[in-house]
């Protein structure tokens, strides 16, 4: 991959020559490009390193090598390691496409409509389950070692085989408005960042807005309008996460967890929990251990 530095367009561009319909892009850990960001192309991310959270809009979760993602336009998306991860050569391969390349191919290629219901679905997010990870890394690198008609030969029976799966989930409940300005792209990433490593502290809207220099009605108005939530929901969002991990990899007593994860109080811990996950967190870690047994782990 070309190491160019080109100002850090939004679009993250590193090579395009404008005219193929599969694209692809590969980094590593550190990367100047893992940070809060959204374009105009579809992007199919296959981590093959490092661990984290994976935020997808207003989706947040874990990520592990293996994990496969489909974002779709304007959707923005960042995967943050966890603090004490050794660098990496190669962390995320990332197959682009765009939508006009499907919507008037379809008109000349009739069956590429097969793969628009789930470019509708991608505006939210989709991860991807129950793919071989040999299989993953084998596509992936014949779309980035090809170009041309081949390249698009190797992309598409993938692109065929996610459309026909049934085992996948949507990740985010709304459509977030992020505009293609970097200043502002990067003040949000502050914050993701600032929030997904401090959630166990106390946060003030303050303190956060100072680090952005905002003050507070103006960060307010910023991060909802960005974001689609207002801050102490993103702070939430965190934190429930996080307890959704302790939940189901430990046998930590709820309260435990609870102030672990920077809630002051259980009941608010399980109203929060219950308003994002529709069950409360004894009911989530039955449920969760009640799959593995009849399913086993993805």
Same mark, same amino acid.
């Given at each position: ?21 599969? +694209? ?46 489909? %974002? ?14 050794? *660098? ?21 290629? *009739? ?32 779309? +980035? ?27 985010? %409940?709304?459509? #977030? ?34 680090? #952005? ?36 990899? %430990? ?28 069950? %409360? ?10 799959? #593995? ?6």
């Amino acid at each position: 991959m070309s190491k160019t530095n080109k100002r850090f367009a939004p679009e993250y561009e590193i090579v395009d020559n404008g005219i193929e319909t599969i +694209r692809y892009l590969e980094h590593g850990y550190p990367s100047d490009l893992i940070r809060w960001h959204a374009h105009d192309d579809y992007e199919l991310h296959f981590i093959v390193a490092t661990s984290g959270k994976v935020f997808v809009g207003d989706y947040i979760g874990n990520y592990g090598p293996g994990q496969l993602i489909l %974002t779709g336009p304007r959707l923005p998306h960042n995967w943050i390691c966890q603090h004490n991860q050794e *660098p990496v050569e190669l962390r995320d391969m990332v197959i682009r496409f765009d939508h006009e390349s499907f919507e008037h191919g379809m008109k000349i290629i *009739p069956e590429l409509a097969e793969v628009l219901p789930m470019l509708s679905r991608a505006k939210s997010g989709i991860e991807f389950y129950d793919f071989d990870p040999d299989y993953l890394s084998k596509v992936f690198a014949q779309v +980035r070692d090809s170009s041309g008609l081949q390249r698009l030969l190797y992309a598409l029976p993938l692109l065929q085989k996610l459309s026909q799966s049934s085992n996948y989930r949507l990740l985010s %409940t709304v459509q #977030i408005d992020v505009k293609s300005n970097e200043t502002l792209q990067r003040k949000i990433n502050t914050v993701v960042d600032y929030v997904s490593l401090n959630y166990s502290q106390d946060i003030s809207l303050s303190n956060v807005a100072s680090l #952005i220099g905002m003050s507070d009605s103006h960060f307010s108005r910023f991060f909802k309008k960005a974001t689609g939530n207002r801050f102490i929901e993103f702070v939430n969002r965190v934190r429930i996460s996080r307890a959704c991990s302790l939940l189901t990899e %430990t046998d930590q007593q709820i309260a435990n967890i609870c102030f672990q994860v920077g809630f002051n109080n259980v009941a608010n811990f399980n109203r929060r929990f219950h308003e994002l996950k529709g069950v %409360t967190p004894r009911d989530f870690r039955a449920q969760f251990h009640k799959r #593995i047994e009849h399913h086993g782990l993805h």
